[in-house]
């Protein structure tokens, strides 16, 4: 992640203090932002790998607008999204209305992943605001890949050089066919800094590798990305509008009461390349 300096003028970036995360303070996402602090989010957004900002008030063309200064906003792959007026907004909930689910991800645990690391050009950055919020439960938690792969030690660093997952969602509709392989520790195009893009979710086994050796060094590999060191968990508030960029994190969700309501809304960016390493 990478260093931002020179602000604009009532924008400030709050580190969380935590391996990753930052608060931005001074801006209204409604509103159309100018070019000077759209480039300052993008900056918070690489160094810190996740960046929030508290009592947002968003209308769906707003958030999409917003999404769209970071790449093109797509059109959700999904098709089980029974209410969808805005075609670039996917509703993250557990609410069911008239019998039916208004929205994806339901009410359990989201294993650490990355967004769309099972496709060939995976997610950048992923946007969610949060309009209910349960009372407990349902914290998303963030984890620091580049960190992660930093504190391997050298003997694993070498052993990883080269090395490719198979990424897998559990749905197979939803995976290309064949199935994509990313590498294993990935340059990010940006930052040009190493990362470990591997997550509990959907890397599933290493080209080349038996099952048992594939899947005995991934559960090293999440063991170790998953250490407290590495992590930050976000505490929702209503008007939340949380950024973060896949290529350098991954993130999990806690389960929560599905007697209690949860709506988020997500926008998503695609990769205009595919990982290297
Ligand atoms: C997502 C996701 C987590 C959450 O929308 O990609 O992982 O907290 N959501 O709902
Ligand atoms: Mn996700």
New binding site residues.
């Given amino acids: 992640m990478k260093d931002s300096s020179n602000l604009p003028k009532n924008m400030t970036v709050i580190p969380t203090g935590a391996a990753l995360g930052a608060e931005i303070t001074g801006l209204d996402l409604s509103r159309p932002l100018p070019a000077e602090k759209i480039a300052a989010v993008r900056e918070a957004v690489l160094e810190h790998g996740v960046v929030f900002f508290r009592n947002q008030s968003l209308d769906d063309a707003a958030q999409v607008a917003f999404t769209r200064y970071f790449g093109p906003a797509s059109v959700h792959i999904r098709d089980n999204q029974p209410d969808r007026p805005t075609d670039e907004i996917m509703v ?1 909930s557990n609410v069911r209305e008239h019998g039916k689910p208004i929205g994806s ?1 339901g009410h359990g645990e ?1 294993r650490f992943h990355s ?1 769309l690391s099972y496709m060939s050009h995976p997610g950048t950055f ?1 946007v ?1 605001y949060a309009v209910e919020i349960p009372e407990a439960g ?1 914290t ?1 938690s963030w984890c620091n890949n580049n960190a992660a792969y930093d504190g391997l030690d050298d003997t694993m660093k070498a052993r990883l050089a080269g090395l490719r997952a198979l990424h897998l969602h559990f749905r197979p509709e939803q995976n290309p066919d064949p199935a994509v392989d990313h590498p294993i520790v990935c340059t990010h195009p940006e930052t040009n800094l190493k990362t470990l893009f591997v997550s509990p979710y959907f890397a599933k086994s290493v080209v080349g590798m038996s099952e048992d050796e594939g899947r005995a060094l991934l559960e090293t590999l999440f063991a170790h990305q998953t250490q407290d060191e590495y992590i930050w968990a976000h505490e929702w508030r209503v008007g939340d509008l949380v950024i973060w960029d896949n290529r350098a994190t991954m ?1 999990r ?1 806690e389960p929560f009461q599905d007697s209690q309501r949860r709506i ?1 809304k ?1 926008t998503q960016i695609f990769s205009e390349s595919r990982p290297v390493g």
């Fill in positions: 993250v991800l989201i967004d992923s969610l349902g998303t993130h969700r988020l997500r």
